[in-house]
């Protein structure tokens, strides 16, 4: 692997986070999960590569991948790499109109490694996807994702990302709105200890009106960890009547946790509605007091509380067997480290 390939702190989009030092760590060689697959069939293009000069990830991707996942019905991906392995799975997921589908991906490892996934999505008019990710790999190993999706008049995307697990994550994902009343909807829950490195990128391009974008991510930081979330919602001229939503909100529970919040607002419509919050801070000490004032533990205390702030990305997932999963991931992780 050539790391003069790889995107550096150079570049705008990736300035918080150093991929080329995580993998130089690594003693890693090219692998396969066994999906196969018709690499002939792959869109090369990545989505902006022009305007935001950050798809290296994706051009590898294309250039490595030897399993290749074509999805068309309800699907869970078990996704698993194993010691010194470098993976470059693609999935290739396509909604045909009026039609529902939910794909669930849990990601895992063993030992140090690296997974360099992109998932290509189309939505036709009319079609919905839940797509729900479940990171949560080894302290050594390197997880990239690329995801971009295409959606249509009437479809909607919905979407839980849920990470507890990696030494370092890079979640960047690429919607292109180009059909009228159209939804997008992300929802995502880091929740980040030791030394560990999350970076959620987003773009969302409306360039279509009457469309919906709602970002919504919950940030748990604890020890020396860091997240990034960088979120950018472009609203081309056609696109009148946006209504664009994004929150980032984090707790730091320790002095040496550390976060990075870019939003960004790019519009060019007259006639929109669109607005970016970001809160990084500590835990409240009040509900704190109020709660151990009553009897209940310190730690139990915390957990509640932090539970709480976590929840608004979680109600807003339609799948209540998805939201008890987060849940429970949510309840051990915080067993651990409330």
């Not at 909807?185 to 360039?207: F, K, M, P, R, Y």
């Amino acid at each position: 692997m050539q790391l003069d390939q790889l995107p550096t702190p150079k570049s705008e989009r990736w300035k918080f986070t150093n991929l080329p030092s995580a993998l130089k760590k690594l003693e890693i060689s090219p692998a396969a999960l066994g999906w196969g697959g018709d690499v002939a069939l792959l869109n090369k293009d990545a989505p902006g590569a022009a305007q935001y000069q950050d798809t290296q990830l994706w051009d590898l991707n294309s250039e490595h991948t030897q399993d290749i996942k074509f999805i068309s019905a309800d699907e869970t991906l078990e996704i698993s790499a194993q010691d010194g392995q470098w993976l470059s799975p693609r999935i290739i997921v396509h909604v045909k109109s009026g039609e529902e589908l939910t794909l669930i991906e849990n990601q895992s490892g063993q030992g140090a490694y690296w997974k360099n996934q992109v998932v290509q999505i189309v939505l036709e008019p009319n079609a919905k996807l839940n797509h729900y990710r479940f990171i949560g790999e080894t302290e050594k190993g390197v997880f990239t994702t690329f995801t971009h999706i295409k959606i249509a008049r009437d479809a909607r995307y919905e979407a839980l990302n849920v990470i507890s697990g990696a030494g370092l994550v890079r979640n960047q994902i690429y919607a292109d709105i180009d059909g009228e009343n159209a939804d997008c909807t992300l929802n995502g829950v880091n929740l980040l200890s030791g030394t560990q490195h999350a970076d959620t990128t987003i773009t969302i391009e409306h360039q279509a009106p009457h469309c919906i974008s709602n970002q919504v991510y919950k940030n748990v930081v604890t020890d020396s960890a860091r997240g990034v979330f960088q979120g950018k919602v472009h609203v081309h001229r056609p696109a009148q009547k946006t209504d664009g939503y994004q929150l980032s909100n984090t707790l730091l529970l320790s002095d040496l946790a550390e976060m990075d919040t870019k939003p960004e607002l790019e519009i060019y419509a007259d006639d929109v509605k669109c607005s970016h919050g970001a809160t990084t801070g500590q835990l409240d000490e009040d509900p704190l007091f109020y709660l151990r004032a009553r009897g209940i533990p310190e730690n139990t205390a915390r957990a509640l509380l932090i539970e709480a702030f976590l929840g608004e990305a979680l109600e807003r997932v339609s799948d209540e067997t998805i939201q008890t999963r987060a849940r429970e991931i949510i309840s051990d992780w915080l067993k651990e480290h409330a």
